[in-house]
């Protein structure tokens, strides 16, 4: 896989990149992150279906995964602290670097600009950010006011949608929630500690395994468009399925789509930053200000429209945080708040893992919409 060596930052990032699909000067670029554990990998089956679509496919790798730059010591000690402050400046930070990415890629593949010609878009590049990734994409458009001027205006240039796709409800501001009212397995006292590993039994089923017999309920409850009409939290989150249905353990070879190495380390400590404090502000500030809606000045990246994709048998932190958005979308429209382009799609039949599952269906669908 290339390396792109971020000079400015003493940064490299690992990614995997498809190509310009053969003969075509328009195609539109996905750049696609990981979440939690997962590398990049995780993507590898979507290959095969980007240029048939006229995409191409640029999977990145986070830094500690792959062969992208490691955190030093001195920076995880920041994320193991308890003052917020000197995270948000990590957080800033790594907003500084993906921007540097997304202009150094830019600029050495010359990607086509996005451009419309008779009612149709072509070009540019769409950043898909599936799961705990929306931690990076929160704060990259929460805090857009770090990165240097002439990046913000190359990027402009070619960025046409942000997907947040099925992400954790902490990287959306989602309060946390005490294991009575939002189970999860690696908080439960009575599973053996050894079960909860990243060896253990829990790991794959509950990051993509299937939770099909709350998909319905979950779907007809986020479908409403009044708020009056949106279940109360808690009911809602006491009818999700907790656990799993039965998937093969094999389903994911890890040799070939996981990192262990930063799980613990950095990434787990980055989605738990304070989600009221930090991400909710910055979710709320990316949606509603510095792009022509509320508040005045500078305007960050006017013209990117925000997807939002909930698969419905997904786990129930990322359901839930289908919820907490899908409320907070009701009441800027209660309250006459601007915000910009956003589009919540819930997707029903599919799970966590919907790229995995069914790669070719996957692609078809995120293609329709970016």
């Known amino acids: 896989m290339p390396l792109a060596s971020i000079d400015e930052y003493g940064v490299v990032f690992d990614y995997d990149d498809t190509g310009a699909p053969p003969g075509s000067s328009d195609y539109i670029t996905l750049i696609i992150t990981h979440g939690v554990y997962y590398t990049n ?17 640029v999977l990145l790798n986070f830094r500690e995964n792959g062969k992208s730059t490691r955190f030093s010591d001195d920076e995880v000690k920041i994320l193991a602290g308890t003052d917020l402050e000197p995270k948000a400046a990590f957080m800033k930070q790594r907003v500084k670097e993906l921007a540097a990415f997304f202009v150094w890629y830019i600029r050495k593949e010359n990607i086509p600009i996005q451009k419309e010609v008779d009612g149709r878009k072509t070009g540019g590049f769409t950043w898909i950010a599936w799961s ?5 994409g929160v704060s990259f458009f929460g805090f857009p006011e770090v990165i240097p001027e002439n990046q913000q205006q190359l990027i402009e240039k070619y960025m046409r949608a942000y997907v947040l796709f099925d992400p954790t409800h902490s990287v959306v501001g989602g309060h946390p929630r005490t294991l ?31 939770y099909s017999r709350s998909a319905q309920y979950a779907y007809d409850s986020l479908s409403v468009d009044n708020i009056g009409n949106l279940p109360p939290l808690l009911e809602f989150l006491g009818k999700l399925q907790t656990m799993p249905d039965p ?21 787990m400590p980055i989605i738990s930053i304070d989600p009221p404090a930090f991400y909710g502000p910055a979710f709320d500030r990316a ?56 589009n919540l799609r819930l997707v029903k039949d599919a799970a966590h893992g919907w790229h995995w599952e069914e790669p070719g269906e996957f692609i078809k669908f995120f293609a329709s919409i970016v």
Do not use: H
């Open 41 to 57: 990998g995780i993507f590898f089956r979507l290959r095969p279906y980007a240029a048939p679509l006229n995409l191409r496919l």
């Open 132 to 136: 705990a990734a929306s931690a990076y």
């Open 247 to 267: 998937v093969r353990l094999d389903l994911l070879p890890p040799e070939e789509t996981t990192e262990p190495f930063g799980v613990w380390r950095s990434f």
């Open 287 to 342: 949606l509603t200000q510095g792009f022509g809606g509320e508040g005045s000045g500078r305007t960050y990246f006017p013209n990117v429209k925000f997807e939002y994709v909930a698969t419905m048998q997904a786990l129930p932190e990322t359901v839930y945080g289908a919820y907490w958005v899908k409320r907070m979308v009701l009441e800027y429209q209660e309250r006459g708040t601007k915000t910009r382009g956003f």
């Open 180 to 210: 009575d009212e939002l189970y999860n397995v690696f908080l439960d006292p009575s599973i053996p500690a050894a079960d909860k590993s990243l060896q253990g039994p829990y790991w794959v089923p509950k990051l993509v395994g299937k």
